[in-house]
């Protein structure tokens, strides 16, 4: 799971933002990693978190621990945890999101279910995240085209 998105071209040489595969791992492991956190760690350790597998429980535990670890050992501070969601919706391809629905509404498109169906968890993960009101929102129809939805 090492490919990035093309709408995250901007940043993922230098790993200046946290990618989406990242952002997933942190949701699907519980931990909360700020901005400012993942500034700290150095080039070589977020390709770490980038390259490290987050997928079976053992995965799933190691991770965790090894970026509590880095978080720690960089800011002597544990980062927070995030609630794991046991049903989360990018896992779910029966059922399109309120808010992705809303965001593809917003930009002239619909979303159908067997698009959504089509998609990689990965890919529903960014929807998911790039359709919450509280993002910004400029990569979700770069998002759309890429994942060929229109």
């Known amino acids: 799971m090492t490919d990035f998105f093309q709408f995250e071209a901007d940043f993922v040489d230098s790993l200046r933002c946290i990618p989406m595969q990242v952002r997933f791992k942190l949701d699907t492991c519980g931990v909360k990693l700020k901005l400012p956190h993942w500034h700290h760690l150095s080039q070589d350790e977020r390709q770490e978190l980038v390259d490290m597998p987050c997928a079976s429980e053992a995965e799933i535990a190691a991770y965790r621990i090894r970026l509590r670890q880095l978080v720690q050992s960089h800011l002597g501070e544990l980062p927070a945890d995030l609630p794991v969601e046991p049903h989360p919706a990018w896992m779910d391809p029966t ?17 159908s279910q067997p698009q959504w ?33 229109i």
């Open 95 to 111: 059922t399109v999101p309120d808010s992705v629905q809303t965001q593809a509404e917003s930009v002239g498109q619909t979303l």
């Open 117 to 149: 169906a089509n998609l990689t968890p990965l890919q529903r993960f960014a929807l998911i995240k790039l359709s919450r009101s509280q993002h910004e929102n400029k990569n979700f129809l770069p998002a759309l085209q890429e994942f060929h939805l």
